[in-house]
């Protein structure tokens, strides 16, 4: 399974962008998918989760109300629409899948990652 993450850029605080996440190799529907995110100088940290069917979410509190993770198994792909962005949200964007179609905040229980792709918000 290989992923492949775009749609990052430079964006304005207040501003807005969608990140997608192409899956090739294997169809997605079988995988819960996931996005993360790495803040410079900072860990790793889980954003938003969907489990295989699309029909259950999970996000991070700094995501809450701001962020929707969506997907569409006919076209292998997983976007994250990111609105209201602000400075704190600048970082690496990682999507992950995982094989057992959860949409888990850890990130031991995905198997595959994408290369990220980089937003950065500027005040």
């Known amino acids: 399974v290989q992923l492949q993450a775009s749609g990052g850029g430079p964006v304005q605080a207040g501003g807005s962008l969608r990140l997608s996440c192409a899956v090739s190799g294997r169809p997605v529907r079988t995988y819960g998918m996931g996005w993360f995110r790495q803040p410079p100088g900072k860990e790793r940290e889980f954003v938003a989760g969907?489990?295989?069917?699309?029909?259950?979410?999970s996000y991070a509190d700094s995501a809450k109300g701001r962020f929707t993770i969506s997907r569409d198994n006919a076209k292998n792909t997983v976007w994250l629409q990111m609105n209201s962005l602000q400075p704190d949200d600048t970082a690496l964007y990682y999507c992950?899948?995982?094989?057992?179609?959860?949409?888990?905040?850890?990130?031991?229980?995905?198997?595959?990652w994408g290369q990220g792709t980089e937003v950065t918000v500027s005040s």
């Open positions: 969907i489990d295989w069917s699309g029909g259950a979410t």
């Open positions: 992950a899948a995982d094989p057992k179609g959860r949409r888990s905040r850890y990130e031991s229980e995905y198997d595959y």
